[in-house]
């Protein structure tokens, strides 16, 4: 079975801080991984995903993250945060096979001026 | 191309009541979720989709029914509305490369409230 942990349901920075959400999985499969992004009262847009390929993955707006096997993490990080940034981050895993994706309990991210 | 397309976007029901959550994507997608949000557990499959005719449970199925007599459209039933199932939904829908399921993309969300 497949699973997905998020460490730190609310994360708080400063306007031009570095931006680090936590996020573990578990795969019995080589998975693939999804980092989405929430703003309030909207759906969930795709930041970024690893299927395989390079271990670093650029997303949109600034983010990246590094697949990590050997610590079963997908971390996302940006070197300098925004205001536009404050939103709710979700990591999901899926096995590339279906449709089905495991998400995280999500990480709700505030930056201050 | 409009993607995922959600109607209603906000609902009131009294407890017992029935209604259908509409879902239509203009990808040419086979493979179409549902999904409901919860505060502080994330987003949970209810239900999902392969292609027209093909239907399977996902991880909270009880109280919903769906059925996928198109491509386009993936409508998620609620028979007898209940308290617990007060939510946000989402739909979503994503394509094959090479085989392997792609992207999924979600639509604007249904907000239910069950009184």
């Known amino acids: 079975a497949q699973s997905v942990t998020q460490l730190g349901s609310h994360v708080s920075v400063s306007e031009g801080a570095l931006v680090l959400l936590r996020c573990n999985y578990s795969s019995s499969v080589p998975p693939y991984l999804f980092w989405y992004v929430q703003y309030p009262n909207q759906g969930l847009q795709l930041l970024l995903k690893?299927?395989?390929?390079?271990?670093l993955v650029k997303g949109i707006n600034g983010f990246e993250a590094e697949f990590k096997k050997s610590e079963t993490s997908f971390h996302l990080t940006k070197p300098s945060a925004h205001m536009s940034d404050a939103a709710e981050y979700f990591c999901a895993v899926s096995d590339g096979n279906t449709d089905k994706l495991i998400f995280g309990t999500g990480t709700r991210l505030q930056v201050f001026p | 191309n409009a993607g995922v397309t959600q109607t209603p976007k906000f609902q009131v029901l009294k407890t017992g009541q029935s209604m259908t959550l509409q879902c239509a994507q203009d990808m040419n997608h086979e493979y179409m979720s549902w999904y409901r949000q919860d505060p502080g557990m994330g987003l949970r499959l209810i239900h999902y989709s392969v292609g027209a005719g093909i239907t399977d449970q996902g991880e909270v199925p009880n109280g919903y029914n769906v059925s996928r007599s198109t491509t386009e459209d993936f409508p998620l039933r609620l028979l007898s509305a209940a308290p617990s199932q007060t939510s946000v939904y989402f739909c979503a829908s994503s394509g094959r490369d090479r085989g392997r399921v792609e992207t999924q993309y979600f639509g604007p969300g249904t907000r239910l409230l069950v009184l």
């Open positions: 690893y299927t395989s390929a390079a271990t």
